[in-house]
């Protein structure tokens, strides 16, 4: 065709325009930009470890299906889109076992939350953590362009499921809403959940004992022994925690203790941190004992241990719990060390000091706090916490409820309370003297510049910071690491919690219909006007005529 045309005139004469004319409407109205219809965000795959041969959280990560709400998905070939303040535990259970996935939008700032709206996030986290889930469930951090998908996605279900919604449209514009609303399709990249085989668990000890001259290694192991732990959590609802307040806590001691380190005239102290707390079931501090316990008298007979668990929670800064297994008796250290805790707290805001008692339930396979691990051991122990019940959803949480300022005031209340308790059973100072009786008060005087840089400690797994905090201040330290049998594991970490989450634009099936018919009808119109073109022609000829002949 192009060959027998002698001019560009000649195009026009041809069949081309008829081709021009069919086709060029179709590939306009089809033709679409793929890259405007891409998003991409990071998200965190939910965590997935194994406790005793039981699986808890995420079992899958393959993610590719239709996005929908949380009130229109219904199959397994939907993934729901929401965020965490609109699901409840009733929608999550639904959706474990029905649907095809799950992407979460975090809160972009808990602290702003109301006090429902924490508890009832808080009281979701605990009951996803707390069994299997065999669908992918992903978490994005707040993002303003995921958080207008997620409303584009329910503004026709969120009308329609309010109690006080708005007679519902007519039937007309609910058609053509469901053809002009736009579909997404979910896919994740990345993302795996294989076994990590190097698997591993640090606990890092150190110790602070008089270094007056002549005193040797051996006269400092006859000397009182009291123990301090915490455990370092590095992960929880997704494998990021914001602080880890209880390590900074023992970290400041630390810090505050090391300064009377050569005039402490009776004991020793010994901290420890492991890195598995009530996730793992302190699986870190149960490896520690059973491989120090026997080969080390003086453990055996520590005065007391005191365990850290959830300080600097500000809902609670006004009570002090001390939880037990079995009630001090009177006249024992760890009886001594109570009444001087309560006679502390006192000075700081009227802090009230109350004691717990749990019995061990040896028929659970988790334990409740950690000092049971020492009290299965014959040793006195007991934890200090902010939280009463040992099902309090605050002690594994990742959320944040307070401030940074309101969370440090609570930690320098806690830490000062701790702090002068110790050292006021240390060095037999009586605690009914008041601020007379205070020992870390000018020079030693604790301030949150103090706590402040231990709040993003890190596990030792990532960098040395924790290493390098315990010797500065501490002897004799020492990393071991609790690794899982490789017959009967107690406890199994996975790995590639990392991934992409891509969002792409699409129509939904109904604009595919819709799209047919209208092709359908234009085809049909470009049909019956070619094939009827001499009648359209004359008509067309004839009007030309007349309106000629007028003027």
């Known amino acids: 065709m192009f060959e027998e045309a002698d001019n560009f005139a000649d195009l026009f004469r041809g069949g081309l325009p008829y081709y021009l004319l069919i086709t060029l409407p179709i590939l306009i109205i089809c033709s679409s930009n793929p890259v405007l219809a891409a998003s991409e965000f990071g998200v965190q795959r939910m965590s997935q470890y194994d406790v005793h041969g039981v699986p808890y959280g995420c079992r899958a990560s393959a993610l590719n299906l239709e996005a929908k709400s949380l009130y229109t998905w219904q199959t397994s070939r939907h993934c729901v889109l929401t965020r965490l303040q609109d699901m409840t535990i009733d929608h999550f259970r639904e959706i474990r076992a029905k649907a095809g996935g799950l992407v979460v939008l975090l809160p972009e700032d808990t602290a702003a939350l109301s006090l429902e709206e924490k508890e009832h996030i808080h009281l979701l986290e605990q009951a996803m953590m707390m069994q299997e889930v065999p669908i992918p469930v992903y978490f994005s951090r707040y993002d303003p362009k995921l958080s207008g998908i997620i409303d584009e996605v329910t503004r026709t279900a969120v009308r329609s ?207 409740a706090w950690e000092h049971e691990r020492f009290s299965m051991k014959r040793m006195p122990a007991f934890t200090l916490s902010n939280v009463k019940g040992h099902k309090d959803p605050l002690r594994n949480t990742i959320f944040e409820d307070d401030t940074a300022e309101e969370r440090l005031e609570a930690l320098e209340r806690n830490v000062k309370i701790i702090a002068e308790a110790l050292a006021s059973h240390i060095y037999n100072v009586p605690a009914e003297n008041g601020a007379a009786g205070e020992i870390f008060t000018g020079s030693m005087a604790i301030s949150r510049d103090q706590i402040l840089p231990w709040l993003k400690i890190a596990s030792t797994q990532q960098n040395h910071d924790l290493k390098h905090a315990f010797e500065k201040y501490l002897r004799n330290v020492k990393v071991t690491y609790d690794k899982p049998d490789a017959r009967e594991p107690d406890f199994m970490l996975y790995d590639d919690r990392d991934a992409l989450l891509n969002i792409y634009s699409v129509k939904p099936a109904p604009f595919d219909l819709f799209l047919t018919c209208m092709i359908a009808l234009y085809l049909t119109g470009i049909y019956f006007a070619i094939f009827h073109f001499p009648k359209l022609y004359g008509f067309v000829c004839r009007m030309t005529v007349v309106k000629t002949k007028v003027n």
């Open 161 to 367: 499921h309010k109690p006080n919604a708005p007679a519902r449209p007519s039937a007309l514009s609910e058609m053509f809403g469901s053809v002009s609303a736009n579909g997404y399709q979910i896919a994740i990249s990345g993302a795996s959940h294989a076994i990590n085989k190097q698997s591993k668990i640090p606990i890092i000890q150190g110790e602070l004992a008089p270094s007056k001259p002549g005193k040797s290694i051996d006269s400092d192991s006859k000397l009182p022994l009291i123990i301090v732990t915490a455990h370092l959590d590095t992960f929880g609802l997704t494998n990021t925690r914001q602080s880890n307040t209880d390590v900074a806590i023992l970290l400041t001691l630390v810090e505050l203790f090391s300064k009377l380190h050569a005039s402490i005239p009776k004991y020793r102290l010994m901290f420890l941190v492991s890195e598995s707390g009530l996730l793992l079931n302190f699986q870190g501090m149960k490896k520690w004992l059973d491989s120090n316990l026997d080969e080390n008298v003086q453990i055996q007979h520590a005065e007391f241990v005191v365990c850290l668990d959830t300080i600097g929670k500000l809902v609670a800064q006004d009570s002090l719990y001390m939880h037990v297994s079995k009630p001090p008796k009177e006249g024992t250290a760890m009886s001594g060390f109570y009444k001087t805790l309560r006679t502390v707290a006192q000075r700081y805001g009227n802090v009230t000091v109350e004691g717990v008692h749990k019995k061990i339930n040896l028929a659970d396979t988790l334990l």
